[in-house]
């Protein structure tokens, strides 16, 4: 249950009744209620500890942040790892405290009104410290990864493995939901797929606690199979909007196109399975055959993740590669969508501090092996001035200072969500009330939320450059003004966002 001396040392064994837990009336966060908080706790804080993190969640819960993400805590070796080469699944990182320290971390979230989520991988084992193969055939014969070695899924032992890990993180560490990495990579030949059996053992569990529990998997794209999830990770906002605000950096390996956006806004989605391909009407009147757009609301979706900053080879965030209005504009579009918004920890400051990939392999020949395959991954991309992911500086550099912060970015964001908040008490923001429009040309895009009583218009310009002429608010329709990402301005302009009501009583109860 502890690795106190990492994936090579002895293991120790752990009282997992040694806590005294004091969140007893806590049930949970609905998934309506979802904003989600992606956090590595390494680089959180400046000793990237569960206890150092402690102080900040206030913080969040300010920000308008119901939930927090943990990316993976399984072992995995070294000093520092962003956590997917996992090896020790039942035993929480060294590096960031004891086990009971992961318990109050847990706690002290309840206790304030955060969920606790945590990131599970279960489609490959880490490639070093994997003693599971030594115990018994762990690793598939017929299946590989890019990351290392599969999961034997089609042996009762692993599957049972795999499902007794998802319930120890919900029992062991009273955790409010999984994200389950990359399914498409979790091989099984069986009848019944591991994905089902996972569900299955959740839902019982459910069935005997009072937390609202949340199973969602990452996909990339759009899963017609996992609707029976609570909610699926899709990207397709989060790439097209980055088709426009970087057009040369592509972060992954399917092609968005610049007026794509328009119609993820409409629909929520561009790519679908099998072999992520772009929907068409037929696939779409097959995914949805009663017509409904319910599904976005089961969406998870964000501006940023770990893994579009981490995959720019200087680990970049969004507003470095275009500007902070851009970011300000784009985070309109999500945090006021009805999809489950996710955020990037430090994009609500907009830091500076880079989030480059990182791990401390204890072999040579593995730090060497991902210091150049990482390169040879991305061959296209500039990797001038970038960082070695065995590079101490590559983790230390994620860790923001009181200097790169911006207070203005953080209380946009603060304000968005507190729009949010109000508009699903009210009823209006959810995806029965939404009508989008768009002009791909000028990148102009505009969510309608129209219920009797009230008119929601989130109106943005991700365009940037001094041709895009501004649009007068009087030819928008701009009524009662909630919001300006350019304060003081008299229309929409270029990288703009702008928030407005057309009832006055719904602008006087939101105190921004």
Not at 295 to 300: G, R
Not at 376 to 387: C, L, N
Request: proline fraction near 5%; hydrophobic fraction near 40%; charged fraction near 20%.
């Amino acid at each position: 249950r502890f690795q106190p001396l990492g994936v090579h040392g002895p293991s120790e064994i752990i009282d997992s009744t040694s806590y005294d837990w004091t969140d007893e009336q806590w049930t949970g966060v609905t998934k309506r209620d979802l904003v989600i908080y992606e956090m590595h706790i390494g680089s959180y804080s400046d000793a990237g500890t569960y206890q150092a993190a402690i102080p900040k969640l206030p913080e969040l819960v300010e920000l308008g942040v119901t939930a927090i993400e943990l990316m993976p805590l399984a072992q995995s070796p070294g000093k520092w790892n962003w956590g997917y080469d996992g090896v020790n699944f039942f035993a929480p990182r060294n590096t960031f405290g004891r086990p009971d320290d992961l318990k109050h971390f847990v706690n002290c979230c309840h206790n304030i009104g955060l969920a606790v989520i945590l990131d599970v991988v279960y489609n490959h084992i880490g490639p070093e410290g994997n003693y599971l193969n030594e115990f018994a055939p762990y690793a598939s014969p017929r299946h590989r990864t890019p990351w290392g070695d599969a999961f034997n899924l089609d042996e009762f032992h692993v599957r049972e493995f795999v499902t007794d890990n998802t319930l120890y993180w919900i029992d062991e560490f009273h955790l409010d939901g999984l994200r389950l990495d990359a399914v498409h990579y979790m091989f099984d030949e069986q009848e019944r797929h591991i994905l089902a059996e996972i569900q299955n053992v959740f839902r019982q569990y459910q069935s005997i606690t009072n937390r609202k529990l949340h199973l969602i998997a990452e996909t990339n794209i759009f899963d017609s199979e996992l609707s029976s999830y609570d909610a699926i990770w899709s990207d397709c906002m989060m790439h097209s909007i980055y088709k426009i605000a970087a057009p040369n950096l592509q972060l992954t390996d399917r092609e968005y196109l610049h007026d794509d956006l328009s119609q993820i806004l409409e629909l929520g989605y561009v790519f679908c399975t099998p072999q992520a391909t772009r929907a068409t009407d037929v696939v779409r009147a097959k995914n949805h055959p009663e017509n409904s757009r319910q599904y976005i609301e089961s969406l998870v979706v964000g501006l940023q993740t770990h893994d579009a900053v981490g995959n720019h080879p200087q680990g970049l965030r969004i507003d470095q590669q275009s500007s902070r209005h851009f970011q300000k504009a784009a985070s309109a579009l999500v945090l006021l969508y009805p999809s489950i918004p996710l955020i990037f920890m430090g994009e609500e400051w907009a830091t500076q501090a880079p989030f480059p990939f990182f791990a401390d392999f204890e072999s040579v020949e593995l730090r060497s092996a991902v210091d150049h395959g990482r390169r040879a991954e991305y061959p296209d991309k500039d990797w001038a001035g970038s960082v070695l992911p065995s590079d101490p500086l590559a983790f230390l550099c994620t860790k923001s200072a009181p200097s790169q912060l911006d207070a203005d970015m953080h209380n946009w964001y603060r304000q968005l969500l507190l729009i949010r908040k109000e508009g699903i008490a009210a009823g209006w923001l959810n995806v029965d009330c939404l009508s989008s429009t768009s002009n791909t040309q000028s990148h102009h895009y505009r969510l309608n939320y129209t219920r009797p009583e009230i008119e929601i218009h989130i109106c943005v310009c991700l365009a940037s450059g001094e041709q895009i002429r501004p649009i007068p608010f009087a030819t928008l329709g701009v009524k009662e003004l909630l919001l300006d990402s350019r304060p003081g301005s008299t229309g929409l302009q270029a990288e703009h966002a702008l928030v407005w009501s057309s009832s006055a009583r719904q602008a006087s109860t939101l105190t921004l």
